[in-house]
C-alpha cells in the first residue's frame, strides 16, 4: 500500500505529508474492519520503508558497480600505468619456516595406590597436628 502512494505521489511537493495523510485515512477505515493487516503507527510505518528504500539506494550507489563508472576505473588506471616501466610486480615465494617441535619431557611414573595413600596419610596428620596446638577456648554459659 505505501509503495502504490508513495507512487502516486512521487514529485510532488510534501510527498511524504500527502502519503502520510492518505495512509492516515487508509489505517482509520481499517480500524473499523476487524480483519485489516494495517495498524495505527502510519508515520513510523512510512519513515521506516523511507529509509529502508533510501539506503537500498545509497548501498547499489556506493558499490559503483555501474559500467561508467567501472569504465572510469579502468582509464584511470590505464592513464595511471600508462609509460610504466613497471608492468608486473613479481611475485617471491618463501620456504615455509622449519619448525623446531618442543622436547618432550619424560613424564613422571604414575603414582601407585601406595603412594596416595600415604599422602592421604601425612595430610591428615598434618591436619590433625594443627588441630592439637590450637588453643582451646574457654566455654562459657550466659545465664
Known amino acids: 500500500k505505501i509503495d502504490q502512494l508513495l507512487?502516486?505521489?512521487?514529485?510532488?511537493k510534501d510527498c511524504l505529508v500527502k502519503v502520510d495523510a492518505e495512509y492516515a485515512v487508509c489505517v482509520q477505515a481499517s480500524?473499523?474492519?476487524?480483519?485489516?493487516?494495517?495498524?495505527p503507527t502510519t508515520k513510523h510505518h512510512i519513515s521506516r520503508y523511507v529509509k529502508h528504500l533510501a539506503k537500498m539506494k545509497n548501498t547499489k550507489s556506493s558499490l559503483n558497480i555501474?559500467?561508467?563508472?567501472?569504465l572510469d576505473t579502468q582509464?584511470?588506471?590505464?592513464?595511471?600505468?600508462?609509460?610504466?616501466?613497471?608492468?608486473?610486480?613479481?611475485v617471491v615465494t618463501i620456504p615455509p619456516a622449519t619448525v623446531n617441535p618442543p622436547t618432550i619431557k619424560p613424564q613422571d611414573a604414575p603414582l601407585t595406590k601406595a603412594q596416595?595413600?600415604?599422602?592421604?596419610?601425612?595430610?591428615v596428620q598434618q591436619q590433625q597436628q594443627q588441630k592439637d596446638q590450637q588453643p582451646?577456648?574457654?566455654?562459657?554459659r550466659n545465664c
Open 66 to 70: 555501474s559500467p561508467e563508472k567501472l
Open 7 to 12: 507512487q502516486k505521489h512521487h514529485g510532488q
Open 75 to 90: 582509464q584511470l588506471w590505464h592513464h595511471l600505468t600508462e609509460g610504466s616501466e613497471t608492468v608486473s610486480v613479481p
Open 31 to 39: 480500524q473499523k474492519d476487524p480483519n485489516s493487516l494495517l495498524h
Open 136 to 140: 582451646m577456648k574457654k566455654r562459657t
Open 116 to 123: 596416595i595413600e600415604q599422602m592421604v596419610k601425612e595430610i
